[in-house]
């Protein structure tokens, strides 16, 4: 977008597009986020593998968590774990919850000193579900700020049927995002574990779907009649998880 224009000008697709960038590139360093985003005040939060960047400007205050490293063990373990933890309004991936933890109190005070401004939440992967729970936070926490909008990218599921149908409530637009087969979108397993939020699809070519319905596939079952097509889906759906391919399609879409 331009220095100029406030993200809330944007239609859906073209936020998308901004936000898919984001969460993209926070899996750089501070110093690239600053010189990419120079029009914003960036800064960089991390304890014990929980990352989070925020980038205010005079209108907007962003919160955008980074996602799974396969470099780093315990983001792996983060995701495949399907313990659960106590919400207020249901359960939720206690490893998930956790990451939050780690970094909440930075993030909510940053929150609380930017007032009147529009608060935006986004992730891809790990940082996906992280979003996705400091937005419920920031909505139902006493003296939190609810957000304008949570845009997320190749999101597991995060909490149970009671949290999702809670979530769905809350007076903000959550654009869950999922290019093609993502295998991460597909983890934790239900009845165990729920999406939430208004789902936006990408297909095999690229092209994004707005409001989209799954619908039930033939050809993807069928390509699970031998290990070869078993393994051939798994690598591909893996491969539909990159966030390179969230930012690369979305951004062409709007271009």
């Given amino acids: 977008i331009k220095d100029d224009s406030m993200i809330s000008e944007l239609n859906i697709l073209s936020q998308s597009a901004f936000f898919a960038k984001l969460s993209n590139y926070v899996y750089n360093d501070l110093a690239f986020m600053r010189t990419t985003y120079d029009q914003y005040a960036v800064k960089y939060y991390s304890h014990e593998g929980?990352?989070?960047?925020?980038?205010?400007?005079?209108?907007?205050?962003?919160?955008?968590?980074?996602?799974?490293?396969?470099k780093q063990l315990s983001d792996i373990q983060?995701?495949?774990?399907i313990s659960k933890t106590q919400a207020d309004h249901g359960k939720l991936h206690i490893g998930f919850n956790h990451y939050v933890d780690k970094v909440w109190a930075d993030i909510a005070m940053n929150v609380l000193n930017?007032?009147?401004?529009k608060i935006w939440v986004t992730g891809h992967s790990l940082?996906?579900?992280?979003?996705?729970?400091m937005?419920?936070?920031?909505?139902?926490?006493?003296?939190?700020?609810?957000?304008?909008a949570l845009f997320?990218?190749?999101?597991?599921?995060?909490?149970?049927?009671?949290?999702?149908?809670?979530?769905?409530?809350?007076?903000?637009?959550?654009?869950?995002?999922?290019?093609d087969g993502d295998i991460i979108t597909k983890i934790p397993l239900a009845p165990f574990?729920?999406?939430?939020?208004?789902?936006?699809?990408?297909?095999?070519?690229g092209v994004p779907t707005l409001n989209y319905e799954r619908t039930f596939n033939p050809m993807r079952l069928l390509g699970l009649t031998s290990p070869k097509g078993i393994l051939n889906m798994v690598m591909g759906d893996a491969k539909d998880h990159s966030s390179d391919k969230y930012r690369i399609f979305l951004t062409a879409a709007v271009s």
């Fill in 50 to 70: 929980s990352d989070v960047y925020t980038l205010e400007d005079d209108n907007d205050f962003i919160i955008a968590c980074r996602g799974t490293e396969v």
């Fill in 78 to 81: 983060a995701d495949l774990s």
């Fill in 114 to 117: 930017a007032k009147n401004k």
């Fill in 127 to 133: 940082g996906a579900a992280m979003a996705t729970i």
């Fill in 135 to 148: 937005a419920y936070r920031f909505a139902t926490y006493e003296g939190c700020s609810t957000p304008e």
């Fill in 152 to 179: 997320t990218y190749g999101s597991p599921r995060v909490g149970d049927r009671t949290f999702i149908n809670y979530f769905n409530t809350l007076p903000f637009a959550h654009h869950r995002w999922v290019n």
């Fill in 193 to 205: 574990f729920y999406h939430c939020g208004i789902m936006h699809h990408i297909d095999a070519s």
